[in-house]
């Protein structure tokens, strides 16, 4: 059974960081591109980044450039986001999902989501 489940998320300061994780089962990170969402209160859920199979291509939405850095590590089967200066818009719950098809940052191109862990900048 494919799952994928989120872990990391917090409070932290303005400024601050925090590291997610994306633990993927019942299926193989080489095979699947994987991609970290975010959906603040009240708004859609947005891409942040996505890595292709076997990680040969990283993209980022332009709210995240220069300040998230996506990563995998293949043995563990997880993709961690690491999220540093972060700024009180980035509040969201945080979701990975995975497709076989592609990659991008489209929600309709990923048929398989985590449950979400909530991330909230605040002083």
């Known amino acids: 059974q494919l799952q994928l489940v989120e872990s990391g998320g917090g409070l932290v300061q303005p400024g601050g960081s925090l590291r997610l994780s994306c633990t993927v089962s019942g299926f193989s990170l080489d095979s699947w591109t994987i991609a970290w969402f975010r959906q603040a209160p009240g708004k859609e859920r947005v891409g942040v980044a996505c890595t292709n199979s076997y990680g040969t291509n990283i993209l980022y939405s332009e709210a995240v450039k220069g300040r998230f850095t996506l990563s995998r590590a293949r043995y563990e089967n997880t993709v961690y986001l690491q999220m540093d200066r972060l700024k009180p818009e980035d509040t969201a719950v945080y979701y990975c999902?995975?497709?076989?098809?592609?990659?991008?940052?489209?929600?309709?191109?990923?048929?398989?989501w985590g449950q979400g862990t909530q991330v909230t900048v605040s002083s």
């Open positions: 999902a995975a497709t076989y098809r592609g990659d991008g940052l489209e929600p309709d191109l990923y048929p398989h």
